[in-house]
């Protein structure tokens, strides 16, 4: 049995229905079990959330690997949800990460790498996830392609290598149930390097109609968030990340998705024909 939790998000959907193909038997987290309804008796459900330890430690009672996310957790609450775990038995966990997580001077990556280490530290068998962007941040996009037509971009000309959450599940279910692999981190990239004005060029081709990038500063990103109701941190801390990206930090593609699924990623061409119904 496997735990799943942001079985309802965007990687972890992906990793319950690859989970259920291979045959394994899968339970999954939520905060609300109509959001998982469609699953009807192939899952176990696990109502509950993670900022309610208790409710994770019944969760996690007997699986043997846990596919974990939600980077934002306080510490001390994750503390406490990995020690739930190995007091219910062994499991494997493996954890979403960042690939931010490898740098020094990022406090996205610090949130993910503190989380990593308490994991390393419970003793517990922990396998890391450092994602590069997902694709469907482009879902942010919707409303203002909707509206105007136009992309804000706060990257600049700064790449990155857009990565589909269907391939990090991919990797993650390897990692999960693949006792010969041998790795601790699995850093994960999509397969060719875009900045978002390419990505803008590729979702309006995929949607027949016209899209605009426009450039906007760091700072009216943030406010923009903050708007929003983002925390003004974490609004801080993603402003940061789009420095990174600007500066060129994250300009690099991993050979991951190839060497532990022996498929080629998905490209952000395929993956914006799929989706190119929510833009219009
Ligand atoms: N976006 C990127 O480019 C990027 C890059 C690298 C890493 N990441 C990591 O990926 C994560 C996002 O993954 P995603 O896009 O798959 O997620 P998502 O689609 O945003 O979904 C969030 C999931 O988290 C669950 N969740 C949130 N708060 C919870 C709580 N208190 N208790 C239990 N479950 C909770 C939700 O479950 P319910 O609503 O069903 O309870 C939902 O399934 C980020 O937080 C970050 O750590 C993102």
């Known amino acids: 049995m496997y735990l799943v939790i942001g079985a309802t998000g965007n990687v972890g959907s992906q990793v319950v229905e690859q989970l259920l193909a291979s045959g394994r038997k899968v339970r999954v987290f939520t905060r609300d079990a109509s959001k998982v309804a469609h699953w009807g008796n192939r899952v176990e459900v696990a109502v509950g959330d993670l900022t309610s330890p208790e409710t994770f430690a019944k969760a996690a009672s007997g699986v043997e690997g846990i596919f974990l996310m939600n980077g934002a957790l306080d510490g001390e609450v994750f503390r406490q949800l990995i020690a739930s775990a190995k007091a219910e038995g062994n499991p494997r966990v493996v954890f979403l990460s960042t690939l931010f997580a490898g740098f020094e001077n990022s406090p996205i990556g610090r949130l993910h790498k503190d989380k990593e280490d308490v994991i390393r530290a419970s003793g517990l068998s922990g396998r890391f996830i450092r994602a590069g962007a997902f694709m469907t941040n482009a879902f942010q996009w919707i409303g203002s392609v909707c509206a105007e037509g136009v992309v804000y971009n706060a990257t600049g000309a700064g790449k990155v ?120």
């Open 161 to 280: 290598a857009p990565v589909a959450p269907e391939d990090l599940a991919a990797v993650a279910v390897h990692a999960l149930t693949d006792a010969s692999l041998t790795s601790e981190v699995f850093e994960v990239t999509g397969g060719e390097l875009l900045t978002v004005p390419e990505q803008v060029e590729i979702l309006a081709k995929a949607t027949g109609k016209p899209i605009r990038s426009v450039d906007v500063p760091t700072e009216a990103a943030v406010q923009g968030m903050i708007d929003a109701g983002t925390p003004a941190p974490v609004a801080a801390a993603v402003g940061q990340s789009f420095e990174l990206v600007r500066e060129g930090k994250t300009a690099v593609v991993k050979d991951t998705i190839r060497q532990v699924t022996g498929r080629p990623p998905k490209t952000f061409q395929s993956w914006a024909k799929e989706h190119a119904a929510r833009f219009a």
